[in-house]
């Protein structure tokens, strides 16, 4: 990042907790991945972290900003003071009750209250007041994890042009589930506000595009989204440590050096397990207690040769299941220990306690297995704390259901529900040769090594920086909005005008029925007054067939039609209508409708729509995963098909259309503008992309007008079909 670029880093929570103690403030770092993840990089970036203390006193007292001040050293953290029923009901209610839970696939842990949704709205809004106070222009603000995830789209409306990024550091899941919470809809939009919203891996990122498109109604792409007139991106960035602070530790820290001979000596002729987490439901630690029983069990030869070492350092202690869990630990913690333990051995060595950094890296150093078996997990950074510490001989077992198992593909991955194959890999990790257990090794510290913390933070500021960059150029591009004023007047100075309009999803809404498609009221008479103007050649082009334009707009006079995108033209004043074409063929339709036959059947709530000359298959009402999905298989099995003939199959929005190559709205335009090359007024409204080419034909001067902001070759907007006519309507009474 160069450097007037500040780097403003918002969480829940600060990388401290401070409580007070008498008349002292006590300020202790807070454990956790996120923190071990940015702390490094706030302190490389010379940024500012956003985040609330963990005291719920409330601010007010200004020794407490100084206490903060001296625990920062040179890092600077600004604190959100949130009020006490906002904590329980935001923190411990929405966040840790709601989202934790179904985002960890655990919805029997789930539960909701509505107050504790409105606390997480205030909550959210009270980051946004702290970040917006401290915000300076081109801050890139990074917003993490589930707690914020109304922020980004807050701080989108109050800094319109923010650089903002968001990264999810827990898992984000399947619609299935995600579909429980509510408030769902809010989720996904207020993380749409982001420029960049980054997960750890490309499942994670793959269920949040079925979320946006099944419970939200989005369209998105590989990697990008597009939101209100703004292009999102979409990554996966696996987060990573910073390896050298654990490295550097085992080679030069007194202490740790301290600790791993210390443990060396008590070990001496055992093997070690270590396994380290916070106390919570979802790092499977009471399952990995039973297969650590079931171990012992099958294996006699074990008993008094291997212990396992089990940090859990207690967590979210208020909420329910919390208390449960950590009495289930304990038991079973006592029942093994009191069933196989011996005078000189203790199976299991429970410290229900965080430990120092010193200590930590001794005893990953120390362990020949690391143990790591979350029911489900973001990423999960003790895994790869193990590697960056251990000294070459020891393994890893990995839950397969972390994202960390996507990236350390060498370790020995289990599902740890299944305890008898988990124990079987425990066995195998015992017994491993020590080249095979150095070759697995050596590789996954080389990736560890490789993908660290700061390859991570580097790579998602630089996209945050790209995608915003790439807003303000698109912000630039932009069509004008129309001024209906400034029209009008053009309107009323010219000689001789062209007017050109296309229908659906211009003027009314695009459907899939005629119903749908019908005109709004007042369209017909606005256009035939437009139309009765002898210095006007007003023209209509439309999807549908001749007979329902004959229908709609067949009684007005003078008015020239294109129906299905210009294949039959109706010119102003003919009864006829007559094909855009000579020597028409459409012997391609009959194989296409039966395979169109076929795909509809699949799709309940998919139709066809067979015209003269093209036909369409829409699917608005089916599943909208499903139908794009079809969509899909359709337009590439057509392509095959089609592939010699002058016929091609193109995907619109929520359809397929099958139509001749031939079949050009501009080619209609260039005859309009032929029938009155000295008009002093040309004018053209669209929507979609072939409006396009109807914009390019009209010429640089002409008045053009998308429907829709979005990037264009018009040189107007207007917001809607509404909108549209209003237009018309003001040209009609200004003539
Ligand atoms: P966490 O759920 O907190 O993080 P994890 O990634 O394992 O899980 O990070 C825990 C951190 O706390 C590690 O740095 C570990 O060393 C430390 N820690 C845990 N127990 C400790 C103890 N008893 N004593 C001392 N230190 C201890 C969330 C997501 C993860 C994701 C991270 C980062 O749930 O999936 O990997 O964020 O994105």
Redesign the pocket.
Known sequence: MDSEQRLVVVSNRLPVTIRRSGEEWRVQAS????V??MDPILRRNDGIWIGWPGDPSGGGDPSRQEAIDRAAGGRRFIVVDLPERVVELFYEGYSNQAIWPVFHYFPAFFSYDPEAWRAYIEANRMFHDVVVENARAGDLIWVHDYQLMLLPAMLRQSLPDARIGFFL??PFPSSEVFRLLPGREDLLQGLLGADLIAFHTHAHLQHFRSALLRVGGVESRMNAVESAGRTIRLEALP?GIAPEEFRGMLEGNAQTRHFLSEYEERFRGRRIIVS???L?YTKGIPLRLRTFRRLLERNADLRGRVTLIQ???PSREKAPFYAQLRRQVNELVGEINGEYAAPDWTPVVHLN???SRAQ?VALYAVADIGWVNPLR??????AK?YVASNRGGGVLVLSELT?AAEEMGEALLVNPFDEERTAEAIERALDMPVEERRDRMEALRRRVERNNAFAWSERFIELVGEAAAERARRVEELPGQASPEAIAASYRAARERVLCFSYEGTLAPAGASRRQSAPPPGLEKTIARLAADPANLVALISVRGRADLEQWFGGIPGLWMAAEHGALIRPGGALEWRAAHPNLSTEWKAPVMSVLEQFADRAPGSVIDEREYSVAWHYRLSDPQFGDWLAGELAGFLERMLSETQVSAVRGHKCVEIRPLWIQKAQFVEQLLEERPGADFRFALGSDRADEDVFGRMGPRAWTVRVGRAPSSARFWTPSPDDAVELLRRMAGSG
Do not use: F, K, P, Y
């Open positions: 454990s956790g991945g996120l071990t993840a550091h827990i987060i380290v987490d916070r919570d940090v859990a350092v306690r965080g430990i930590l997990d973001g990423m999960n950074l003790v704390e994202g």
